[in-house]
């Protein structure tokens, strides 16, 4: 069980976040925006039998539980009147929605701790199905400093960036407009060849894309 | 409660589905597919108050309760040895998360229902987000019988395709090669303005996209 070995999700469990966000609306952008992954990611890693976007999951699983409890307290911080209670239930029902989407996301990654691997899986693959990966950006690329549009990442590979994981903190389906530093943990989805070019690019092999 | 009174979803609970997958394998793909378009469409149809992507969430979550009693049916028909049983008990630990998935998706739109409107959902919405719109296309388009990518939709209104419906049954995701027909409904997302080009083709107010 590769994964299970890196515990950084589950220190995660128990470490304060960098990252905390203030408002009722942040964390429920947070929480928007983690559902519309960690879908993805799930099957992408069961699919791909890919123990590195499994570890994503977990990880994002257990920053939505925090979120859920956090936007919980804050509902009912700002709760004064019957009104503004009922409106708060609505938004803590979209809240336990998306925090019941990240455990089935989990779920459907547990699978692959059990080793069972299913002759069926690697035929729900479509021949025009894009990988995910994650690649982690090395101290002597190039990229650093640069936005995702200078570098023209999605016209010269075909790649999206997913997500940025960059210390503690996310960033979601970043614009053109974000600048890649040292260090970012980009979660790509693309073409196994446009995937290949970018990781030589984020690992320093080579200087632009071509 | 305007959907609410469109009881084709309802209806759908009763009726005899058109399209029946027969392999656990196309169950097990249809239902990776609704689950990862399903979150989409429900956070799109809370955020933008719109009633007709919700009906087409309620719809998928009906389908995707068939799928995953279907699939439990097929599974323990295929089952003959505990090896054969355990391997099964993983693709129903799948389908029973993707049920979960779209059944929390469905508890997103329920809120649509409800009537309550709160201040901060429209906040949610990033500068950015595209919006999703169900168009379905006039029997005078001149699309009909054309493939996505010879109508260019992609490159010339930045609006993607993420499923369509045809009578009873979905082309999830669909590629460039897929020829559109007469009554088609397609779930576009993409920016408003090429929205709006788009369905100008779709109901035949323009000959070809510019």
Redesign the interface.
Known sequence: MQYMKIPRWKRAEFEEIEYEPKS??EL??EM?NI??LI??L??SA?LFNNTDIAEEVKYLEVRMDKLNYEIRISAMLASRTVEDA??????L??A???D??S???G??V??LS?K?T???LP??IKE?DEIIRKITMDRASSAAGKTISELKIASKTGVRILAIRRNKRWIYGP?GNVRLAKGDTLVCIGPDEGIRELTKLLKGDIGVLE
């Open positions: 009722i609306r429920l952008k928007k559902s519309e879908v993805d799930a099957y069961i009922e409106k708060m239930a609505g938004i029902q979209i336990q929605a998306s019941t989407i455990n089935a996301a779920d459907i547990k699978l059990y069972i299913h002759p069926i035929h729900l025009s614009k």
